[in-house]
């Protein structure tokens, strides 16, 4: 059955309907997703209803202040959500696959939303779902409260690299705005989230930029993350966080490709960043994933030498097309 497209105002008005509500949060959670689900989550509580969050086994230390006071119980649940999950097949987060085909309502900000799910609150023009968040939290007339625009602004900063991303727009400032107007604090969590670094994430940024490989006339930078790699610098999941925007920045680089090996597994992630003449969604939903123009990712189970040769190719077809 194809989704049912809903505003704002329809996605409030559903919400006020429903209750028993279990809030999802994506594969290897990053701050959007995890603040749209504690905000929500804190939201809806506010407004009467019983609300949860599943627990993410991948969130870091990071996150986890965000949502540790909101997990689910073990039981049933009425109203499953999900919060900036563009596809449920390739971003449910580990332990959620008992609610794949039972998601009531999807709220998200990528453009390769598959529409899974039987109510889809979706804006691609959003430079985060914690600003589409915002405006649903804000139309439950609910009181923005600390802990909700605290949440929304880790949201929505991380997602814009502290308003530094070409995504960053008017709207991305909005939110900021009226998060601070609200009670976050804006200039200890920028600390937190975007200055402090622990040695462990100097040395992953070293490794980084020591081994950059450019390509294309040097409009493509390729970076490989080994297992040991990570274990050698000490890194943990938090000093990993945003490290795909390392090469991204580098002048003369239209496309950035950062490929991870994952723990555990035979697999590897790849994080693609690029300037605005670039389509990174097109080029990772070639290879089964997506995301945005300028920011989208895929895994694959594959080595990560096999790969780097295939992404090569791939995006020296797309520069030169």
Same mark, same amino acid.
């Given at each position: 059955?194809?989704?049912?497209?809903?505003?704002?105002?329809?996605?409030? !008005?559903?919400?006020?309907?429903?209750?028993?509500?279990?809030?999802?949060?994506?594969?290897?959670?990053?701050?959007?997703?995890?603040?749209?689900?504690?905000?929500?989550?804190?939201?809806?509580?506010?407004?009467?209803?019983?609300?949860?969050?599943?627990?993410?086994?991948?969130?870091? %230390?990071?996150?986890?202040?965000?949502?540790? /006071?909101?997990?689910?119980? /073990?039981?049933?649940?009425?109203?499953?959500?999900?919060?900036?999950?563009?596809?449920?097949?390739?971003?449910?987060?580990?332990?959620?696959?008992?609610?794949?085909?039972?998601?009531?309502?999807?709220?998200?900000?990528?453009?390769?939303?598959?529409?899974?799910?039987?109510? #889809?609150?979706?804006?691609?023009?959003?430079?985060?779902?914690?600003?589409?968040?915002?405006?649903?939290?804000?139309?439950?007339?609910?009181?923005?409260? %600390?802990?909700?625009?605290?949440?929304?602004?880790?949201?929505?900063?991380?997602? #814009?690299?502290?308003?530094?991303?070409?995504?960053?727009?008017?709207?991305?400032?909005?939110?900021?705005?009226?998060?601070?107007?609200?009670?976050? /604090?804006?200039?200890?969590?920028?600390?937190?989230?975007?200055?402090?670094?622990?040695?462990?994430?100097?040395?992953?940024?070293?490794?980084?930029?020591?081994?950059?490989?450019?390509?294309?006339?040097?409009?493509?930078?390729?970076?490989?993350? #080994?297992?040991?790699?990570?274990?050698?610098?000490?890194?943990?999941?938090?000093?990993?966080?945003?490290?795909?925007?390392?090469?991204?920045?580098?002048?003369?680089?239209?496309?950035?490709?950062?490929?991870?090996?994952?723990?555990? #597994?035979?697999?590897?992630?790849?994080?693609?960043?690029?300037?605005?003449?670039? /389509?990174?969604? !097109?080029?990772?939903?070639?290879?089964?994933?997506?995301?945005?123009?300028?920011?989208?990712?895929?895994?694959?189970?594959?080595?990560?030498?096999?790969?780097?040769?295939?992404?090569?190719?791939?995006?020296?077809?797309?520069?030169?097309?």
């Amino acid at each position: 059955m194809p989704t049912e497209t809903i505003t704002v105002s329809e996605c409030a !008005a559903f919400l006020r309907t429903r209750d028993n509500f279990l809030i999802l949060t994506h594969l290897r959670p990053d701050g959007d997703t995890i603040g749209c689900a504690a905000a929500l989550c804190v939201a809806l509580r506010d407004i009467g209803k019983t609300a949860h969050i599943l627990r993410n086994a991948e969130v870091t %230390p990071l996150f986890e202040p965000l949502v540790e /006071d909101y997990y689910a119980p /073990d039981g049933e649940y009425g109203t499953i959500v999900t919060v900036d999950m563009a596809s449920e097949l390739t971003m449910m987060l580990k332990g959620g696959d008992p609610y794949v085909g039972r998601v009531d309502l999807s709220i998200d900000h990528h453009p390769s939303n598959t529409g899974y799910a039987k109510r #889809t609150l979706v804006d691609g023009s959003r430079a985060a779902c914690g600003e589409i968040v915002l405006d649903v939290i804000t139309a439950l007339n609910t009181a923005l409260i %600390p802990e909700i625009v605290t949440a929304i602004y880790v949201a929505v900063s991380t997602d #814009t690299g502290c308003f530094s991303y070409n995504n960053t727009n008017a709207g991305s400032f909005r939110a900021a705005a009226i998060c601070a107007e609200h009670g976050a /604090d804006v200039a200890e969590l920028n600390r937190r989230l975007f200055r402090e670094k622990t040695r462990g994430r100097l040395a992953i940024e070293g490794h980084v930029l020591s081994t950059i490989e450019f390509a294309h006339d040097g409009r493509a930078a390729f970076v490989v993350i #080994t297992n040991a790699d990570i274990e050698r610098c000490g890194a943990t999941e938090d000093d990993l966080n945003d490290i795909a925007s390392l090469a991204s920045g580098i002048k003369g680089v239209v496309v950035a490709a950062t490929i991870r090996e994952l723990d555990g #597994t035979e697999s590897c992630k790849v994080s693609l960043r690029s300037k605005p003449e670039f /389509d990174s969604n !097109a080029l990772a939903q070639r290879f089964g994933g997506g995301g945005h123009r300028a920011a989208a990712g895929f895994t694959r189970r594959v080595a990560a030498v096999q790969l780097r040769d295939e992404l090569y190719a791939a995006i020296g077809e797309a520069l030169d097309a």
